[in-house]
């Protein structure tokens, strides 16, 4: 991607679209600053208000916005090259990137709003200012930044929504602790046990909530997982093995191949070939 395309941030008002042509090559940020708009992401329907933000990942699929007359917003777009490659912590950003595809709208105090609007400027600036001899290493800054404010962010609500969870259902807490432990433990026997209950009676009720099996929920998380740090090209293959836990370098690619269908090293040839 053109580097000068890599930030963008654009104005949006009134019944306006997202343009086509940038989905799935940006992370998206839409912050709101009054009105409301209607869209639908992977099929399911969500609103935006005023201080809502909306992160839209470029592997959903995103379709029908419909705005009101007083709609407004401010569009931060980060390629996905230059997102990938300032991530501060893999553990984090993992977090915040599941995190963000199951609650793409969240809703910000004022005082986060208002910061959020500040680093969209700062980073739409310093993207700008092409005769700042170090541009790429401050553009660089002001986007880990953010990131970590939004981390800030997320994290406070996965607090309220963890303590929620705590007096939620049996499914509800299967799902928060995958979430939790899935990069080291990918047996149903691990979670049964830390529930008290049978993996069989585990697997029913997880079939009875939501059609899958415990299993099936364990490797989906497990590979959006593997996909963010395959993604991650500072990564070494060795390094990702030990991340997810696993005993060989070899157990670790017959796994992706497995989830994937391709190896390691053909996934970031494929990627790479985008």
Not at 91 to 104: A, H, R, T
Not at 193 to 216: M, R
């Amino acid at each position: 991607m053109d580097a000068d395309r890599e930030i963008v941030v654009l104005e949006m008002a009134g019944n306006c679209e997202v343009p086509t042509d940038l989905l799935g090559n940006y992370f998206i940020h839409v912050l709101c600053h009054g009105g409301t708009a209607h869209f639908r992401l992977a099929g399911r329907p969500y609103q935006l208000g005023e201080n809502d933000i909306a992160i839209l990942l470029p592997s959903l699929e995103f379709s029908g916005i419909d705005c009101s007359e007083d709609f407004k917003a401010t569009c931060l777009l980060v390629s996905f090259g230059l997102m990938s490659r300032n991530n501060p912590d893999i553990g984090w950003g993992i977090k915040g990137f599941l995190f963000s595809q199951e609650n793409p709208v969240v809703h910000l105090s004022e005082r986060d709003s208002g910061r959020c609007l500040d680093s969209f400027r700062l980073l739409e600036g310093r993207h700008s200012d092409g005769r700042h001899r170090f541009r790429n290493e401050t553009v660089n800054l002001q986007l880990q930044m953010f990131v970590m404010d939004m981390w800030d962010i997320f994290s406070k609500e996965m607090e309220k929504r963890s303590i929620n969870n705590q007096k939620g259902s049996l499914f509800e807490r299967f799902l928060q602790l995958v979430q939790e432990h899935c990069m080291e433990e990918r047996e149903v026997d691990y979670y049964a046990s830390q529930l008290c209950i049978t993996p069989k009676y585990l697997t029913e009720v997880c079939k009875k909530n939501s059609g899958k099996t415990a299993l099936e929920w364990i490797q989906n998380y497990t590979t959006q997982r593997l996909i963010i740090l395959l993604d991650n090209n500072k990564l070494s293959f060795t390094e990702i093995a030990d991340t997810l836990n696993f005993s060989s370098q070899s157990f670790f690619s017959r796994y992706v191949r497995k989830v994937l269908g391709v190896s390691p090293s053909e996934y970031r040839q494929r990627m790479a070939d985008l």
